[in-house]
């Protein structure tokens, strides 16, 4: 039986893995970064996914290693505008403080990124829970202080016929930016004012002869993280049938969150509560590493649920069972043991003795 500081750790160690799973096709490559980014959280793990600053903490240690393509604006913190992960070129070989220069382009891009972001917002009558929580994250990914944050977010509404562009913007910058405002937009039926500000955005952004390409990226992009959250969403409701429903709810309902966008979370949501079938969709379309991603996405939500030794290995083989159906059961034991040494590596950490403090060495008396 795991401690209570493992438990913890266990369960957080769990939420962060799966973010990570969604984050980008390669993330068993770079999970031991993230394991070291977010060390200190584990040894302390009382911000949890509950907590409103979890989300932004996630995105700061994700910011250098690999943004993700689930929160709008990655492009821009891919593209190195971020001072997360220190000075970069030689400069980091003789300190970890991003220059000034440096910093001063990361306000200048996280201030236009706050500009587009509040007027794409406008665009709609509310903004959601989704929404806000994945702007916040964007914002988060510049790795800013709170006082340098606050000076780039506009005080005031703005129009997007009030908008400029200040200063010099690099032109891949400015891609991405559009890219991500394309993506923050994008409803299953988008509006026409609100096509038209981004359209407006562009030509302001000088891309308009490029809008519609930017525009095709950011709906590609949706579309194969909508397809990955899908599978697993089904992966976790065919192996965990046996679960206490609350429980099952609670484990799908944080990967959605996770691994989806806005706009997809509202539809897998339905989908958990509607209760109906299992439909895995004709997945074979889907490229290897996304069908490692989505295995790897519903093995730890389920993981997540604590699940004694008995039930994970009857967990496991439902899984294998509905992998197998839906196309992906090569990657299962990957998928598999990636989550797991992540999650015991986090385990063990936290059950490990804290090292014993220093003591003074003995005074002698000096005498023979």
């Not at 917002?121 to 202080?145: H, K, Q």
């Amino acid at each position: 039986m795991r401690t209570e500081p493992s438990t913890a750790a266990f369960a957080l160690a769990a939420q962060d893995v799966m973010v990570a799973a969604a984050a980008r096709d390669s993330f068993a490559t770079w999970l031991p970064q993230l394991a070291k980014r977010r060390a200190a959280r584990y040894a302390d793990p009382s911000v949890g996914p509950a907590d409103p600053k979890y989300w932004p903490e996630v995105a700061r240690a994700l910011a250098p290693v690999a943004p993700p393509e689930t929160m709008p604006m990655h492009g821009v913190i891919e593209e190195g505008a971020t001072l997360e992960g220190g000075a970069r070129g030689l400069r980091g070989l003789f300190t970890s403080n991003p220059s000034e220069k440096d910093r001063k382009r990361v306000q200048r891009v996280a201030a236009l990124v706050s500009r587009v972001l509040q007027i794409v917002a406008s665009t709609d009558a509310s903004v959601t829970d989704d929404e806000r929580r994945c702007a916040a994250m964007a914002m988060a990914s510049f790795g800013l202080s709170d006082d340098e944050l606050a000076a780039a977010t506009p005080t005031a509404g703005l129009s997007v016929d009030q908008f400029e562009l200040h200063g010099e913007v690099e032109l891949k910058i400015r891609r991405e930016v559009l890219r991500g405002a394309w993506q923050f937009a994008l409803r299953e039926a988008l509006a026409a004012p609100a096509e038209q500000t981004l359209r407006t955005l562009a030509a302001k952004l000088e891309l308009g002869a490029e809008e519609e390409a930017i525009k095709a990226r950011a709906q590609e992009t949706l579309a194969r993280l909508g397809a990955t959250a899908t599978l697993a969403l089904e992966l976790v409701r065919y192996a965990g049938e046996g679960l206490d429903e609350k429980t099952l709810d609670a484990a799908a309902t944080a990967m959605i969150r996770a691994s989806s966008s806005p706009a997809r979370a509202a539809l897998l949501r339905a989908r958990l509560a509607q209760k109906s079938p299992v439909d895995f969709e004709a997945p074979g379309v889907m490229q290897k590493p996304q069908r490692l991603q989505a295995v790897s996405l519903a093995w730890a939500a389920l993981a997540s649920t604590n699940p004694s030794y008995a039930w994970s290995m009857q967990l496991r083989a439902r899984l294998a069972e509905g992998a197998a159906s839906a196309g992906c059961g090569y990657e299962l034991d990957q998928g598999v043991d990636v989550v797991d040494r992540y999650l015991l590596a986090q385990a063990r950490e936290a059950e490990a003795p804290a090292p014993a403090p220093a003591t003074a060495p003995r005074e002698t008396s000096g005498e023979g």
